[in-house]
Structure formats: structure tokens, C-alpha cells
């Protein structure tokens, strides 16, 4: 009998995790079949959305805001939420332009590490607030964000700092922009992301990142310290904002001092179109990678409309709260399914 009940009881978990893969397939497939249908609303109705220049925008838009949903999808799998990234990746991208100094102090090299190093430390940061100090992820992370805002301003005494510029046989740019009319960013993108997917789905600390956003205080049951696994998600999304630095700094050459706010929303919303859910535990790599195109062809593809920014706005937050809402539905079926087992 008991043999039985355990084999009924596996074929029924089986099936459950055919349901959700399936369920994941579908979420990815409906997502491109809408990135798509976007992309032929723009083709038809946009000035010159059909061009290698546009093209060439979109991707570029894409570099660093890839790299930060990339890195926030690991905190938001956990259940948490990471405000900061987006200031975060200026005030990192601001001092390194300052050791920088237009050429006239550290090498170039050097002040990329010390931009992803900057990155991690404010992950860190969060991280230990969140674990340590037991502060909600949303108050640590805002006000993680504003002290990001007011040391780059302080420290660069609100001047504009200056990488090299796409004028010139500039590595930097040949390196993480492109190379003529190659994305080379692109290609740093897709490698980085392939490293996080295995990263995510084939370690340890994947395995715990999803645990604890199902059900952490079971984590910590089991005898593995989840405040720990927790704060490596915080470092790996601040690391991707530092590394995000890079990318903007490539394309944008020029980094002003108050920016940065709202960058943060472009990532996790991408999350969110994505597939991750806001409540934790699920999540896809893959779906990010996904919402990240979407947002840029989306931004891209208004702008190209004539559109003013203000509209852009308002049609992206439509996007988003129809993903949140998505969100829900699924884990309302998630939910149900669990009721039945």
C-alpha cells in the first residue's frame, strides 16, 4: 500500500513539474510571439525602424540594461528587490570616469575593475542590510539608491566625466560598443548571460536561490544558512550594475551626475515581462533576456512614432502592469495545483 501511495505520489510530482515547464514554454513563446508582433507594428507604422541604425540603437539600449536585469532576476527569484541598480551603475560608471580623468589618471583598465568592484560593494551593502539588519529589501535598496545618487554627485563635485570617445581607434569602444557597425556589446551580453543560466540553473547556489524565494524559513529548517545564499544574490546584482558601467560608458561616453533613476524600473519590469514572479521562486533567465529586447524595441519603436516621452511612459507602465497581472494569474494556477496535490 505504502508503495503505492509513494509512486502515485511521484508520478504526481512528475506531472507537476511538466506542468510548470510547460507552462515556462508557453510564458517564453507568447513573450515572442508579442516581441514580434511589436516589431511589425514599428516596421509598419515607424520612420525608419526598418535600418541597421535602428537596429544598432536598440541593441545598444539593450547592453546595460541586460546586464542589470540579469543580476536583479537573482534577487527577485529570492523574493527580495533591488531599487538601487540603476543609480548604482552611474555613481560606479562616475568614479571611474573620475580615476579615469579623461585620460590624465588611471589606466583605463584599471578603473573598469574598480567599476565592477564598486558594483559588488554596494550589493554588498544591500545584502547585509537585508540579511543582517533585517530591513525590508524595498526601504534597504531605496535608500541604498539615493546614497548611490549623492556620492557620485559628491564625488565628482557634479561634473560630467568623460571616457574615450567613439571618434578614433578607441579599444574601449572597439571592445564593449562595437566595431564599425558590429555589436560587439552583444556578443559580451549573450556570453555573460549564458554564464548566469548555467550559473542559476546547474549550481548550488541557483538551487537555494529558488528555494528560498519558495520558502526560505524551510531553507533554513534544512540546516543551510539562506541569509548567506540571500546576500550572494545582492553581490551578483550589484556586480552586473558595476559591469553595466562598463557597457553605458561605451555607449554613452559622457556620464552626468543625478542620472541613473529609472534605470532600475526599465530592468525589472523587463524581469517581470519576463516571466519572474515578484513573489519569488520563479523565474527564467531566458525570459529576461527576452523582456530586455521587448522594452528596447518598445522604447525605440514609440520614439520612431513620434511619440513624446511622457506617452513612452504610459505605455510602457500599460506593459508592465499587464505583466504584474500575468504574474498573479499564474501563480493563482500555481496555487491551485498545489491545493490539488
Known sequence: ???????????????SGNRVQLEKFY???????ALIILIIIFSIFGRGFNSLATVLNILASSYFIGFLAIGVTFVIITGGIDLSIGTVMMSSALIGGLLYSDGNGLPLALCLVIMVGIGALFGLFNGLMVTKLDLPPFIATL???????????IVTNVQAQRFPSPIG?????????????????AIWLISFFIIALIVLNKTKLGRYTFAIGSNEEAVRLSGVRASNWKCIAYVISGLCAGIGAIFHAAAFTTITPGTGQ???????????IGGTSL??????LTGTLIGVLFMSVLRIGLTQ???AAAIQVFFTGIVVIGAVLLDIQRTKRANQVKKVK
Request: proline share 1%; charged share 5%.
Open 1 to 15: 500500500m505504502s508503495n503505492n501511495v509513494t509512486n502515485a505520489q511521484n508520478t504526481l510530482n512528475k506531472n
Open 27 to 33: 510564458a517564453i513563446a507568447a513573450l515572442i510571439a
Open 143 to 153: 535608500g541604498t539608491m539615493m546614497v548611490a545618487a549623492g556620492l557620485g554627485s
Open 169 to 185: 581607434d578607441s579599444w574601449f569602444i572597439q571592445t564593449f560598443f562595437r566595431i564599425g557597425n558590429f555589436p560587439v556589446g
Open 262 to 272: 529609472g534605470v532600475e524600473l526599465q530592468a525589472i519590469a523587463a524581469v517581470v
Open 279 to 284: 513573489k519569488g521562486g520563479t523565474g527564467s
Open 305 to 307: 512614432m513620434g511619440f
